[in-house]
């Protein structure tokens, strides 16, 4: 079973950065997409970004382009999302989950998913 474990939330001001990890630990094999999905009070859950750990591949949100980045160390089998400029309507929990095929995670069609971590964005 795929284990899946959020850190690196908490409060920021507008136009400050966060990192998020997502550290995958159980059966890793067969999972080829790693992505972030976000939701916050009253809204729908989005779909943030994911990225492909064969080849690298990414996806964002156009709500999150230009200010969010994915990375990955196979090595460490973690996940990260860098996010700057980030603005009170990222406020939100975000989970990480797993996908066995990248376009399925684009879809944020998902086979296992973290805890979450709260990413709060204020002044």
């Known amino acids: 079973q795929l284990h899946l474990v959020e850190s690196g939330g908490g409060l920021v001001q507008p136009g400050g950065s966060l990192r998020l990890s997502c550290a995958a630990s159980g059966f890793t094999l067969g999972y080829d997409a790693i992505g972030w999905l976000r939701q916050a009070p009253g809204k729908e859950r989005e779909g943030v970004s994911c990225?492909?750990?064969?080849?690298?591949?990414?996806y964002y949100a156009d709500s999150v382009k230009g200010r969010f980045t994915i990375s990955r160390d196979n090595a460490k089998n973690t996940v990260y999302l860098q996010m700057n400029n980030l603005k009170p309507e990222d406020t939100a929990v975000y989970t990480c989950a797993a996908s066995r095929l990248f376009r399925l995670c684009v879809n944020s069609n998902f086979a296992s998913w973290g805890q979450g971590t709260q990413v709060t964005v204020s002044s």
């Open positions: 990225i492909s750990s064969s080849d690298g591949s990414t």
